[in-house]
């Protein structure tokens, strides 16, 4: 991470890397995705919260299962998890990092329903979702890597960002929350199949309605600082026989992190 | 905790809390750790690092897996882990949902044993595992420590020494001061009773002085995070999903941590 992509991506809170991807890894994620599309349900979450200008009744479908798809089908979503080309920015940003959630698959049909406007530092003010710089050094608590899997054009929607959103230090309006006003503020992300986009979770960031001809697929990847956990992914937690003889308040302070 | 407790531990990064554990509790956790005296033991870590001065006449000694000791000796010690007055000063510091880090840890110093070069401030421990942060109206810890004084450290006595208000440094400490070789002036010697405990954010500079009481120091370390960090490994074992079983070491290493 040079010098001038530091100071783009402290003062944006995004950074958009060209053709990181080999085409052959686009393909064999995309080949996956259709040999389990049947697998795939709609997500029941309403991503647009009380936005009317996000809202449609095509819904969006998410996928966290890939991990689990077993060989060959999960192995170009590894390799993506270890691109090499994005290691010497996830080093810079976040130290010694590791995967924070599982990949996610987002799908959107044309018409799809976007996901309102969200981050900022007041609305992530611990240390598990925070930015800062100091002595010439960025911080970061957790960090977004988008593969698109398709093309996202102008005019298509998809990835939203509000460059500055990771410094803001006044609540997000509510209009511009919904992209139902200041929508100078807001940068619609053109990206190709190949491309990544890194940004903090702290980012502002949304998805706009989907209005590209073709499907939306676009991969989601979180990192963090390699002591820091966002979610439990090990529910089958065990401990030392004594534990059990503690009071519950006791064996609270023994828990694993977010356990 | 209140509002002048707040400041004042903004402004020196540690705090003093009197009586917190009163005298029979006292005597209850050191019974339990005579009763087990056999576990003592010396780190193999040279604790005085390069300094001159602090490395006294022998090793100091720790003693560690109270909690899991048998009923009523754990007692104490699990009754400490969650000590009603010290509650509140944590859910302040490290949000509701913390958790023991790693501890509890005894170190014990008979006379002229040795100290631990002074260690932290803000330019070391920059990442959030560790760091100390003021922003909208709160304060965000990283790795905090609680401290139960059970002996006194009274002035010349030695033991915790801290440097007041290192936790906002901007410059890095100089070996000089962290071997305890020069600027001592700038160093508090941290005195307490036994009952009385410190605590403090893991970006403070601390250290512990050569000792010089005439009686055993003893003070018990419990180290907390925040409900989503870790230093150290915990107490816990986690089952990791099938699907990792067949992962190589570098995909698996990009897995969160069992």
Redesign the interface.
């Known amino acids: 991470m040079n010098e001038d992509e530091k100071y783009l991506f402290d003062l944006n809170g995004y950074l958009i890397l060209r053709d990181v991807v080999d085409p052959e890894l686009v393909s064999r994620c995309n080949a996956a995705i259709d040999h389990h599309d049947g697998q795939i349900e709609t997500a029941e979450r309403q991503f647009e919260g009380t936005s009317r200008a996000l809202a449609s009744p095509e819904r969006q479908r998410w996928c966290e299962d890939m991990l689990a798809w077993g060989k060959p089908w999960r192995e170009g979503f590894l390799d993506l998890l270890l691109l090499p080309s994005l290691r010497p920015y996830l080093s810079e940003i976040l130290g010694d990092y590791r995967m924070a959630y599982l990949p996610r698959l987002i799908m959107m049909d044309p018409g799809c329903a976007g996901h309102y406007l969200h981050g900022g530092r007041l609305n992530r003010q611990t240390f598990a979702n925070t930015y800062m710089a100091k002595f010439g050094k960025i911080y970061s608590s957790l960090v977004i890597v988008e593969f698109p899997l398709t093309d996202e054009g102008p005019g298509d929607g998809g990835l939203a960002l509000i460059p500055g959103g990771h410094k803001a230090n006044f609540p997000i309006p509510e209009r511009l929350k919904n992209y139902e006003a200041y929508r100078d503020h807001v940068v619609e992300v053109h990206v190709k199949p190949g491309d990544a986009v890194l940004f903090n979770e702290i980012t502002i960031h949304g998805t706009l309605l989907w209005r590209g001809e073709h499907q939306r697929r676009a991969l989601l990847y979180h990192y963090s600082p390699r002591y820091q956990l966002s979610h439990m992914l090990y529910p089958d937690v065990s401990y030392p026989d004594y534990v059990a003889d503690m009071t519950e308040e006791q064996q609270a302070m023994l828990k694993p992190p977010q356990g | 905790m209140n509002d002048d407790e707040k400041f004042l531990f903004d402004l020196e990064g540690f705090l003093v809390l009197k009586q917190v554990l009163p005298p029979q509790e006292v005597a209850r956790c050191n019974e339990a750790i005579d009763h087990h005296a056999d576990h003592f033991f010396e780190t193999e870590r040279t604790l005085e690092g390069e300094s001159k001065v602090l490395g006294g006449k022998a090793k100091q000694k720790w003693m560690e897996g109270m909690?899991?000791w048998e009923?009523p000796w754990?007692e104490p010690f699990?009754d400490i882990?969650?000590h009603p007055r010290i509650q509140p000063y944590l859910v302040e510091l490290l949000?509701p949902g913390y958790?023991?880090d790693h501890g509890p840890l005894l170190i014990a110093m008979h006379k002229d044993e040795g100290g631990h070069y002074f260690h932290g401030g803000a330019?070391e421990r920059?990442?959030?595992?560790q760091?100390y942060?003021q922003?909208?109206d709160?304060i965000?810890c990283?790795l905090t420590v609680v401290e139960f004084a059970l002996a006194d450290e009274a002035l010349g006595d030695g033991g915790l020494g801290v440097i007041p208000c290192s936790h906002k440094t901007?410059f890095p400490l100089p070996a000089s001061l962290a071997n305890y070789e020069q600027y001592q002036d700038y160093i508090k010697d941290v005195n307490v009773e036994a009952g009385d405990v410190v605590i403090f954010t893991e970006a403070l500079t601390h250290g512990t002085l050569v000792w010089k009481g005439e009686h055993q120091r003893r003070c018990l370390l419990y180290k907390y995070?925040?409900?989503?960090?870790?230093?150290a490994q915990?107490?816990?074992?986690?089952?990791?999903?099938d699907?990792m079983q067949d992962?190589t070491d570098?995909?698996r290493?990009?897995?969160?941590?069992?």
């Open positions: 909690l899991g009923r754990c699990r882990l969650v949000e958790r023991l330019y920059q990442d959030f595992s760091t942060v922003q909208f709160s965000q990283g901007n995070s925040p409900r989503f960090q870790y230093v915990g107490y816990h074992q986690s089952q990791v999903p699907f992962m570098e995909q290493a990009m897995m969160p941590p069992a």
